[in-house]
């Protein structure tokens, strides 16, 4: 058991860690921060509907707070319902990128958003309408009632302009169905595409998830505290990100910047709307 100094937003704390030895910290907490990272857009246009817990979908625009949500849990490689975790709303105006797929689904993207690709099993951040020379043709997760199922992404084309933009996270799971599509904000650097997927299931390979997280072990709340609550931390069981950190899928610096920036808009700690 160690007692080790943790910077945490410029202020230096002394705490007992008992989840993560001296070395594995400062392998996670190692790099920079890159000054092009903005967590500020990557969102979807009003009109977009969400499916909720029950099956029906409401526009994201009318989504409360109190709002539960149809999910995918790739623990158990299945449905879940979970709620609102994080919900960022704002007001000004933004260029829309249309996706489109062949069923004639189509998602209005803020900046960015990030779809489950099947062809690659892993989450695509989608950003630019030149990826549509690359990820045209490829399967992507969509859900149809109750199964997943394969639509084909079509286009990434310009589409205007939205004077509002919305951005729900789940409890724990962080993802949702948008217009069917399974997916994730795009702000959420760092919390996908972390574990290893079974060969043939939408659901992460357990012994190797569980491999990763003994390897490295868990990040302490002491690390993020200055970010939100003890409850919000558990509530999302973050500890495992510090698995995300170790494979350079982000940074701590940037990480801690995400959870700072949006700590207005966690749901039941003074979740709010950003105008422009």
């Known amino acids: 058991m ?16 008992t989840e993560l030895t001296d070395e594995a910290l400062k392998k996670v907490s190692g790099g920079e921060f890159d000054p092009s990272y903005d967590p500020s857009g990557s969102c979807l246009t ?6 909720l817990a029950d099956g029906s979908a409401k526009r994201v625009d009318e989504l409360a707070d109190d709002d539960q949500l149809l999910v995918w849990d790739f623990d158990a490689g299945d449905l879940a319902v979970a709620p609102i975790t994080f919900f960022h709303r704002v007001r000004e105006e933004a260029a829309v990128l249309r996706v489109s797929f062949s069923d004639g689904t189509s998602v209005g993207v803020v900046e960015e958003h990030v779809f489950f690709d099947l062809t690659d099993r892993r989450f695509v951040a989608i950003n630019s309408a030149d990826q549509e020379a690359e990820l045209a043709g490829h399967a992507f997760a969509k859900l149809v009632g109750s199964r997943i199922e394969e639509v084909t992404l079509t286009s990434i084309r310009p589409d205007g302009t939205t004077d509002a933009y919305y951005s729900p996270v789940s409890e724990k799971h962080f993802n949702c169905f948008a217009e069917g599509m399974l997916s994730m904000s795009g702000f959420l650097k760092g919390f996908y595409n972390v574990f290893d997927l079974e060969e043939s299931e939408l659901k ?17 709340y002491a ?9 919000l931390f558990d509530r999302n069981d973050f500890g495992w990100f510090s698995v995300s950190l170790a494979k350079g899928l982000t940074t701590l610096p940037e990480a801690m910047r995400l959870l700072d920036f ?15």
């Open 223 to 231: 690390v993020l505290a200055s970010c939100g609550s003890k409850e």
């Open 204 to 220: 992460f390979d357990a012994a190797k998830k569980a491999a990763d997280i003994a390897e490295i072990g868990e990040i302490p």
């Open 46 to 51: 009003p009109d977009t509907k969400i499916t």
């Open 262 to 276: 949006f700590r207005p808009y966690f749901v039941g700690e003074g979740a709010g709307i950003a105008a422009a």
């Open 2 to 17: 160690a007692t080790t100094k943790i910077s945490t937003n410029a202020k230096t704390t002394t705490t007992e860690i």
